[in-house]
């Protein structure tokens, strides 16, 4: 179990957990995020690495390239390809929290800012 106290903020505002992110196993990582109520992450996208939403708490709009903004909530996936702007919106009263599963795994040269 992921030890809660390194939980972390980045850039783009979202508190990220690191639940599985190992070299031996580059076919996926999965982190925890917790987007505090009213807060909008920074838009941003990620190279050669697919990512899914699980959304386990709150509500909230998220925004995923082209596509129409959408309302998720609790057990629903986000499907964002490589590559593809992406941003979140807590628009509920409480942490939007859910799992970030990337595949193949995250690592920080993938990242990128678009803000």
Known sequence: MPDAKTEFL???QCWILECWNVTSDPAVSIARARVEQGITTKMHRLKNVDERYLIIAGSGIVRV?????ASVGPGQVVFIPAGIPQQITNNGNSDLIFYCICSPRFTPDCYEALE
């Open 65 to 69: 390239g082209e596509r129409e903004a």
């Open 10 to 12: 980045t850039e783009e």
